[in-house]
């Protein structure tokens, strides 16, 4: 190899037709293409699915008719977007082109600094994320553009790499047991693959099998997707039942074995929630804390604040009322009609306030915190979805109601 870049700088697609899999979304983007007019959008999907690799490709295919300009979404904010943004066009500008990689960590005030360029079409936007747009992008950014998710790749498409690596390195042979084994180490991120290859080869290595891969990788390589659901499956079940042993045995296996350790993050702080709950509220805390040092972490030292969070939510007291109480409210509005109180309407124009939308409404600040009205639907003030239980400071908040709402509430 010349140089010093990885192999999978070498074997990039530099073209849109080169890209592996997502057939669909290389159709939309051809068509752009040859119309030399791109539209703003957003893609996202796990870490080594083919992102930027796919904004590299179109972007390198329309960079004659576009400015383009990119940026790091955890290095680069508002600054930058606006130097970006406040450019002077004149008679031979090109349109602007801004792609930002990681846009997740771009924060609300940063977003909204696109908001208006992308809406009047001064500046085409391409975003890339590993977190799902709906959650991590700004609704008002999100309604402006396209979004798009990576698609996971066939056993054509592997093959198809695996050819291109065997062309590169022209010495090489991988076995097919290696190449299905490679597949399911891969867990769709290609440079997994590329990286444990281009390492091999350096050692002069130039058959790949399977036992070379047990030998080398140190992984287990039957991690599929079945795996997946049984191990994250087994891990929750564990914390639910607080053995703290089997769940950090579950935790390792998913890490050692090259799960994402978001994925395990984002189901820890579920779990937080849904099971342990009111019993101990600081468990979110714990959890929320421990995902956003994993994103910042990263692999391989997440392990830590993700074993910590979990024995503590192993340990916790447990309880899943609010998860109940949520359910019963959802069963409720699926089979009943209602309206809203009249007083709890705040009247925007007089003629709302003529009709009597506000009226009876007791600022319960002004009756030292706390005034015994009922602000359910008429005809269900009787209804109760949320029943506490004796655990915890769970104990203490359905002591707290009692005391508030006396008979009118079954606490």
Not at 276 to 285: E, F, H, I, R, S
């Amino acid at each position: 190899m010349s140089g010093t870049q990885p192999l999978y700088e070498i074997i990039r697609p530099k073209k849109v037709d080169e890209i592996l899999g997502n057939e669909k979304l290389k159709e939309i983007l051809k068509t752009w293409i040859n119309n030399k007019k791109v539209r703003s959008f957003v893609i996202y999907g796990e870490p080594g699915s083919g992102k930027s690799t796919i904004v590299r490709a179109l972007i390198n295919e329309v960079k004659d008719y576009y400015d383009v300009f990119s940026i790091s979404g955890a290095i680069e904010g508002k600054k930058k977007i606006k130097d970006i943004i406040g450019q002077k066009n004149n008679l031979f500008s090109k349109p602007k082109l801004l792609f930002v990689d990681e846009i997740h960590r771009l924060n609300k005030a940063e977003q909204d600094t696109l908001l208006l360029s992308v809406e009047t079409g001064e500046l085409t936007l391409i975003g890339a994320t590993t977190e799902n747009p709906a959650i991590s992008v700004n609704p008002a950014l999100l309604s402006r553009v396209l979004v798009f998710k990576t698609k996971e790749l066939t056993t054509e498409d592997y093959e198809k790499l695996f050819q291109q690596i065997e062309d590169y390195y022209k010495d090489l042979k991988i076995t097919k047991e290696a190449r299905k084994a490679l597949i399911e180490y891969a867990g769709n991120d290609l440079r997994r693959i590329m990286n444990l290859i281009e390492t091999a080869n350096e050692a002069g290595i130039n058959s790949i099998d399977l036992e070379f891969l047990k030998d080398f990788t140190g992984y287990r390589l039957t991690y599929d997707k079945n795996s997946k659901y049984s191990l994250i499956s087994a891990y929750i079940k564990s914390m639910r039942g607080s053995d703290v042993d089997a769940a950090l045995l579950y935790l390792a296996y998913m890490l050692e074995s090259g799960e994402d350790p978001m994925y395990i993050a984002r189901r820890m702080v579920i779990l937080s929630a849904e099971d342990v709950g009111l019993a101990d509220p600081n468990a979110l805390n714990i959890a929320v804390s421990a995902m956003i040092a994993t994103e910042h972490v990263g692999y391989p030292e997440c392990y830590l604040p993700l074993s910590e969070a979990t024995i503590y939510l192993c340990s916790s007291l447990k309880s899943n009322s609010a998860y109940l109480a949520y359910a019963k409210a959802k069963e409720f509005i699926s089979q009943n009609n209602f309206e809203i109180p009249p007083k709890l309407i705040n009247p925007l124009n007089k003629r709302m306030k003529k009709q009597g939308f506000g009226e009876g409404y007791k600022y319960p600040h002004d009756y030292g915190g706390f005034v015994r009205e009922s602000y359910m639907p008429e005809g269900f003030e009787k209804i109760q979805f949320f029943i506490p239980k004796e655990v915890g400071i769970e104990k203490r908040i359905k002591e707290r109601l009692k005391d508030l709402w006396k008979d009118k509430k079954n606490y």
